[in-house]
């Protein structure tokens, strides 16, 4: 049997119509998210049209280093995942393997890197409770949503790194072919987490710096 016809499923009649399918599937199960995050967005902004001095000095108090390079490696993460997908549709094997491997690297430097940020937070207490040391009181809210957003955000990347290894894994065992769908809603997944960050990213660390 044809790597092509192991890649098929049925009902489909051909491997494009077929990634299409996967890709409109991902979406439709990707649109609770964008709820969601959609939810916590307009939540954040409508406390912080309510507190915006207090917001100002919160964020000026996150660690822009780290977000700033953090931010560099899930961009470049999208770029990796970008190529695996276009070498897994051209069945250059070897690259879409290389490249996934890069992106989950890059996904797993992303949670090194927030957790060192996190570590410093802790160690000056910027956590809601008792001994928060910033002023106004409404500066808990901003690291409130903190917390929760970057939090929320680093368990979905999680999950998409222990997806994309998983892929790895039966690529490189040849379990089944690269060709196929897989990397559609792999890669469709991916860059919705990624995104997710570009949207944090000013929110969080920028807001209080312009």
């Known amino acids: 049997m044809s790597d092509v016809a192991r890649a098929l499923r049925e009902p489909w009649p051909d491997l494009a119509l077929q990634r299409e399918g996967v890709g409109l599937g991902m979406w439709f199960f990707l649109a609770s998210e964008v709820l969601f995050f959609g939810a916590l967005f307009c ?51 070897k690259l879409t393997l290389y490249c996934l491997g890069a992106t989950a690297a890059l996904g797993i430097a ?12 802790l160690e000056e207490k910027l956590f809601p409770g008792p001994a928060f040391p910033l002023s106004p009181p409404a500066t808990q809210i901003f690291w409130g949503f903190y917390w929760v957003m970057t939090g929320i955000h680093a368990i979905h990347l999680s999950a998409g790194i222990g997806v994309v290894i998983v892929v790895f894994v ?7 072919p690269v060709q196929g769908s897989t990397m559609e809603g792999v890669a469709i997944y991916w860059h919705f987490v990624d995104s997710v960050w570009i949207v944090l990213f000013p929110l969080l660390y920028l807001a209080g710096r312009v």
Do not use: W
């Open 110 to 121: 992303f949670l090194v890197c927030k957790g060192l940020e996190y570590r410093g937070d």
């Open 43 to 93: 939540a954040f902004a409508v406390y912080r049209s309510f507190n915006v001095d207090a917001f100002r000095i919160a964020s000026s108090h996150t660690e822009i280093v780290y977000g700033s390079i953090n931010t560099a490696l899930l961009l470049t993460s999208s770029l990796t995942m970008t190529v695996a997908l276009r070498a897994a549709t051209a069945e250059m094997r």
């Open 170 to 176: 039966v690529f490189k065992r040849n379990t089944i």
